[in-house]
T-cell receptor, first 114, second 111 residues
Framework: KAGVTQTPRYLIKTRGQQVTLSCSPI?????VSWYQQTPGQGLQFLFE???????NKGNFPGRFSGRQFSNSRSEMNVSTLELGDSALYLC?????????????FGEGSRLTVL | DAKTTQPPSMDCAEGRAANLPCNHS???????VYWYRQIHSQGPQYIIH???NNETNEMASLIITEDRKSSTLILPHATLRDTAVYYC????????????FGKGITLSVRP
């Protein structure tokens, strides 16, 4: 079956702009989590959505937001982009929140802020 | 979630077993040990997880000490494609799906 799909794979923005990233989870998965990966901070948890509700949130400013739709697809938005937002943004899905077993990660969206 | 400690890097020869250690001395009784790996520029990939008993799947074996304060991931016959960053994560089931990644260990498999 199809894996986690993230779009776009690569994008370039300038400071002050906003960006929206999309994640389509594996069919049947209802939990979607987002992570930011940078060389300096490593992989950091952004937030998790389950049944269209945010279930958990990491330590990121309010410029980072997300949502989940009724078909479990999720989007995250970063407003007023800063240079430090340049990162690989990863989405992971699982059948349900807090479940045992693996989370399935997508290939990520690589954002460059100039 | 409990913190884990891993050495920054290690290497092994192709075809040999790779034994990746992890310390999690503050793990609580209901926290699981998970291993993920990340090959360059790809998303993390699940390898294995366990609670108390040793676990084995088609990718690896997980050995957890009796006191659960440390564990070892074993790749029985390492190949060049196993070169990656390996993350040992301690996770509580039930509350949410959050994974807390550390710096991981970089495994380099040499020909």
């Amino acid at each position: 079956k199809a894996g986690v799909t993230q779009t776009p794979r690569y994008l370039i923005k300038t400071r002050g702009q906003q960006v929206t990233l999309s994640c389509s989870p594996i069919s049947g998965h209802r939990s979607v989590s987002w992570y930011q990966q940078t060389p300096g901070q490593g992989l950091q948890f952004l937030f998790e959505y389950f049944s269209e509700t945010q279930r958990n949130k990491g330590n990121f400013p309010g410029r980072f937001s997300g949502r989940q739709f009724s078909n479990s697809r999720s989007e995250m938005n970063v407003s007023t982009l800063e240079l430090g937002d340049s990162a690989l943004y990863l989405c992971a899905s699982s059948v349900t929140t807090g479940a045992t077993g693996e989370l399935f990660f997508g290939e990520g969206s690589r954002l460059t802020v100039l | 979630d409990a913190k884990t400690t891993q050495p920054p890097s290690m290497d092994c020869a192709e075809g040999r077993a790779a034994n990746l250690p992890c310390n999690h001395s503050t793990i609580s009784g209901n926290e699981y040990v998970y291993w993920y790996r990340q090959i360059h520029s790809q998303g993390p990939q699940y390898i294995i997880h366990g609670l108390k008993n040793n676990e084995t799947n088609e990718m690896a074996s997980l050995i957890i000490t009796e006191d659960r304060k440390s564990s070892t991931l074993i790749l029985p016959h390492a190949t060049l494609r196993d070169t990656a960053v390996y993350y040992c994560i301690v996770r509580l089931h039930g509350a949410n799906s959050k994974l807390t990644f550390g710096k991981g260990i970089t495994l380099s498999v040499r020909p």
